[in-house]
């Protein structure tokens, strides 16, 4: 289930909930439903005994990690170590355990030296991740109004004045980290959850990647969403002319290219109420028309709680590996 | 969760040519087809090749890219970790900002 209970089910009720699944999909985000062809080799992953599955030789995609290591044993540095060498992770990414531009900022000089230790030891692509994460910039924690506050009372005008206010200073913080993690040698600087506090939190990713990649032309730039749908806590922000409210990951990508990215990660959220099977469904229905019209590499978001791995800080590796090849297959996708 | 993505799907990582691949990715944009033809060609495999560790460590072991250090490369000639990056850049043909940064340190740029 997409909370990771273990359930027992006939093929009969599979078939069922990945037909449920993606006309689920299809109704809310507009995509096609996946074909019969598609649901037959989606039934025959999901009614497999199998413990473990995954796809066929010579269809193995590329693995970024964001947010490398649990931080809890040895030094970040033996965390990224820890990835490249044990789970054969085909990118390393340092973070800082806020996991946000704004407090990884205060802390620059600090990160510089891992990020420099960490180079020395390791081969893999190895790049530096945050959220651009805006809520951090509202009172208490921050100096703009707090739109969720002023939303409840109606007072539309400030809450849009303060988002808007609160994209700059996050542009600004995101430019910085990278620029200052450039110094210290970064192969690539990781947006991940972008979107988290809606459509201005988006803007502020987009902004800061058309800058990034102004100022830094072979960076890698890597952007993962926080969700399959942007919401609209603003309502009017563009990008590009386009109002980012209520984007779908084949706009999102669209968007994201324009503005610099080399990889793009799609986040399709898990209904923990569902099966695997369901979720699964959804996910790539509503991922299939990125995928397929995109025009830089798509690396699918497959942690907990997204891409149909179930919402459990540890997945089952059985839900894990056919949410895993099932995506790789249907998709076709560059990486995960 | 990590370790089954790993093993379901994943294309191996230093055991094979992943960051060979996902580095065409970040820094040219070229999706997997794309790229894993461009890393085959540029180390004279075949596509195959790419995903076989057993061939992988041969090749990587020749040109100097670095293998896991708890197999081959704890021999002292292998090249390993950084020193792996500069025929990395060298071999891929694209700059690897850490590389270029530690050539401008020690006068080498």
Known sequence: ?336 | MEGAHTQASGMGGMRTAGDLVARMQMTRRMRLKEAKAYVAGKLGCTVRDLFDPTAMEEIRIAKGLGTLPFTSSVRPGDAGMIEAKFNISKTLDIPINCVERFKARVGLG
């Open chain 1, 1 to 336: 289930m997409g909370d990771g209970a273990l359930v027992e089910m006939t093929p009969a009720e599979i078939r069922a909930d990945l037909e449920a699944g993606t006309e689920a999909a299809a109704k809310r985000s507009k995509s096609p439903v996946l074909t019969d062809a598609e649901l037959d080799h989606l039934s025959e992953i999901f009614c497999s005994n199998s413990r473990f599955t995954g796809v066929d030789i010579g269809d193995e995609v590329v693995l970024s990690f964001d947010g490398c290591g649990s931080q809890d044993l040895g030094t970040r540095v033996n965390d990224l170590q820890y990835y490249e060498q044990y789970l054969c992770a085909d990118s390393l990414e340092l973070y800082h355990h806020d996991y946000s531009y704004k407090p990884a900022k205060a802390v620059m000089p600090f990160e510089q030296v891992v990020m420099r230790q960490a180079q020395f030891v390791t081969t893999a692509p190895l790049g530096y991740g945050a959220m651009p994460d805006l809520g951090l910039y509202t009172v208490p924690d921050g100096p703009v109004p707090n739109w969720s506050q002023l939303l409840p009372l109606g007072r539309i005008d400030e809450s849009r004045a303060a988002q808007e206010e609160a994209v700059e200073l996050a542009v600004a913080d995101i430019v910085f980290v990278t620029d200052e993690m450039v110094e210290a040698g970064i192969e690539f600087i990781d947006l991940d959850t972008a979107g988290a506090a809606g459509d201005a939190d988006f803007l502020a990713a987009l902004r800061a990647i058309e800058r990034i990649r102004a100022r830094h032309p072979d960076l890698g730039i890597q952007i993962g969403m926080a969700g399959e749908f942007v919401l609209g806590m603003h309502g009017e922000l563009e990008y590009d002319g386009v109002r980012l409210a209520g984007l779908w990951p084949l706009d999102q990508a669209r968007l994201a290219a324009k503005a610099g990215v080399t990889i793009f990660g799609p986040a399709i959220n898990t209904n923990t109420g569902k099966s695997i099977a369901w979720n699964v469904a959804r996910t790539l229905t509503i991922a299939k028309p990125c995928c397929e019209a995109s025009t830089v590499p798509v690396h699918l978001n497959g942690g907990m709680g997204v891409g149909g791995v179930p919402m459990h800080v540890c997945p089952a590796g059985d839900a894990t590996c056919r949410a895993s090849r099932a995506a790789v297959e249907i998709l076709r996708l560059d990486g995960l």
